[in-house]
């Protein structure tokens, strides 16, 4: 049910920015440090809109990558821990006194 509605969602947007797109073909002129470019409206907010999103995932992807490590090494310490802990169980009880 969740793909499907990401699906249509998706296929919303995606229509959504091609009618933005039909409707804004005006051309631009874009100037930055090196120079300046003419580019359409709908593909200069495309490129910007883009480049965020690779920006956010990339800064996401590492938080993600730091806490998938963590977890990993957190469950190989739980494991340890707990065949420690079967082990020690499985000892004979002595009396010291």
Avoid: H
Avoid at 28 to 42: D, I, K, M, N, P
Avoid at 50 to 70: E, K, N, P, Q, V
């Amino acid at each position: 049910m969740r793909w499907v509605l990401m699906s249509v969602l998706g296929l919303a947007v995606l229509l959504a920015a091609a009618a933005f797109g039909a409707l804004n073909d005006q051309m631009v002129v874009v100037q930055y440090f090196l120079g300046s470019r003419e580019l359409r409206l709908a593909s200069l907010m495309a490129l910007v809109f883009g480049t965020g999103c690779l920006i956010g995932l990339g800064l996401a992807g590492g938080g993600m990558l730091s806490l998938r490590l963590a977890l990993k090494r957190s469950q190989a310490e739980l494991a340890m821990k707990n065949k420690e802990l079967n082990e020690l169980r499985t000892l004979p009880i002595r009396d010291g006194i």
